[in-house]
């Protein structure tokens, strides 16, 4: 006896019996359009999925030279919009991670924050952890129907960059993929180029409309109201370690045609210790259509209060697609995380939106509790949680960084 996507849930004897099983029914989010054979099975569920195009017949078409997101009718959604699951990479690189142990808890923490709301889709590295997982996650009272474990190869957790973007087409019910490529951050870690190839790990299992613009870009580099507006850093994208050969008004144009918006907000300099060289999802993030928190540092001994201040005033005087002013709240950054050798990139910008839950990276800090208030009263329909990431953060990201959102569509 097999679920829908081939996997084998009870095997028979060679004597006459009943096979009984429990199948995972919320995997048949998973389903998707190419798979013709539904066609005629359950149509109330899956009659959607094969829907075709106006004027157009049979299943999704195929993605063709020169399509886009946008003239398909796509874009990204931004993030507090609902989600049909979670995708994490889970640790085990100790060059990454000095303490291990802390981080594997901080990722469990997550898991035990979101899952009953959004799915979790968590790749582990080898058959051992992924039993470790699965065994500790019981442990814990996980609804264990509500977390899928895939074994993959990997490098790192560090999904958000080297994933893929989801995008979608509302009208028609319809999700895709953008595969960026992925160049480590600028050629850093040679030993992570190969997490680029993620995206067709995860569409291997998921089947979407994959588009490819070519270009360098990772997902912590962009964050989306949703409406049309992205926003992003010149230090990440202008760096000429991405993208040399392309002028900043053509990454915007590329933007706004694989993102499906229409407005670039373009703030400077990004977070002392941030290897990314300036990820956005570190200095500021939408948290409704015209409202922004923003990463904003008091102290003016400290190496990053004149780039963050630069990025406020930026956003202050910065519109929306529509032309309307931005609302720019302030949010405080911890002090000082750091060790003998560098300086960590601290900042509770990094919070991951889920659908009833925001998971906020918390640092022991007498900053912890502003934050948390100041991002619950944003989200005062949804739990925040907050996570410590101290350990996480000596790998140079935290929660926003670890995950990729599948929007539901």
Known sequence: MCDAFGKVLARASGSEEILLATADLSMNNNVRESWGFFRNRRPDTYGRLVAPFPGESGVFPAIRPGDTPRNRGFHMPAEWEPHDAVWISWPHNELTFPRLADVENACFAFIMAVHASER???????????????????????????????????????????????????????????????????????NQLADGKMPHTMNRRLCLPMFEPGIVLEGGSVDVNGRGTVLTTRACLLNPNRNPSLSADRIEELLKEYLGVEKVIWLNDGIAGDDTDGHVDDIARFVNPSTV???????????????????????????????????VIKLPMPAKVADSEQRYPASY?????????????????????????????????RTIAGIDARALVEGCGTFHCATQQQPRV
């Open 120 to 190: 979790v889709e968590v790749f582990v590295p080898t058959a051992v952890i992924h039993r470790r997982v699965r065994a500790r996650l019981r442990e814990m009272g996980a609804d264990m129907t509500r977390i899928v474990l895939h074994t993959s190869e990997y490098s790192d957790v560090w999904i958000r960059d080297y994933g893929p973007t989801f995008v979608v087409n509302r009208a028609l019910r319809r999700i895709a993929m953008v595969r960026w490529n992925f160049n480590a951050w600028g050629n850093k870690y040679e």
């Open 293 to 327: 928190v923003c990463a904003y540092e008091t102290d003016i001994r400290d190496e990053n209060y004149a780039a963050l201040h630069e990025n406020y005033e930026i956003l202050r005087q910065s519109s929306d697609q529509d032309g309307r002013p931005l609302t």
């Open 349 to 381: 910008t990094n919070f991951y939106i889920g659908n009833t839950v925001v998971v906020v990276p918390v640092f022991n800090d007498p900053h912890d509790a502003e934050a948390l208030r100041i991002i619950q009263d944003l989200f005062p329909d």
